[in-house]
């Protein structure tokens, strides 16, 4: 095994899709506080989610790979690398294009995330993403029949839960319930 593979950061629970029934069974395991509070965590803007057939081990592999295919064995080589505008985006064997960046922590300091903008990737409003994951998880049943969430319902849960602004819009309760559904067939 290729030791960079120890440097990667990946957030598996913010950015690949087939993460989330694994996930799901964690959270529901470690109490709602719990799942609470790593759902608050995942950022406050958009999310880009893998939804390729690539195993979170399979991508993080072949990013290892070919960062040691091009010698980039440290942080200063990783430095080196980047340049200008610091980050780099490389391709998998899936066509899937990833953004290399240098990350904050210490040991984990190459900062892996999906690129925009390509058939594998899903982006999605990062509070749709969050309520969306706590839905799943409270009521791991079917939406109403009509497949749309009732808006109070919705905001219940956002504002009591997620310290979320209400939804105020139906265009913005269709994107959500959109969500809903995209994160109930990803987590089966």
């Known amino acids: 095994m290729n030791h960079l593979r120890s440097n990667i950061r990946y957030n598996i629970i913010k950015h690949h899709a087939c ?10 395991n470690a109490g709602l506080p719990k799942a609470i509070e790593e759902i608050q965590s995942l950022g406050s803007n958009q999310i880009d989610i893998y939804t390729g057939l690539l195993t979170p081990g399979q991508m ?20 080196v690398w980047l340049g200008k505008p610091c980050y780099k985006t490389i391709s998998l064997s899936d066509d ?17 995330h999906p690129g925009r903008n390509q058939p594998l990737i899903r982006r999605v409003r990062a509070s749709h993403l969050k309520t969306a994951l706590l839905i799943c998880l409270i009521d791991p049943g079917q939406p109403s029949s009509n497949g749309e969430w009732d808006t109070p319902d919705l905001n219940k ?17 269709v994107k959500l319930s959109e969500t809903c559904r995209l994160v109930r067939e990803w987590i089966r």
């Open 19 to 28: 993460s989330f029934g694994e996930t799901m069974v964690r959270w529901r």
């Open 157 to 173: 849960i956002r504002k009591n839960l997620l310290g979320l602004s209400p939804v105020r819009s139906a265009s913005e309760c």
């Open 60 to 79: 993080i592999d072949e990013i290892s790979e070919t960062l040691t295919r091009k010698k980039i064995l440290s942080r200063a080589m990783l430095e």
């Open 96 to 112: 899937s294009r990833w953004v290399i960046r240098e990350g904050t922590d210490p040991d984990k300091f190459i900062h892996v």
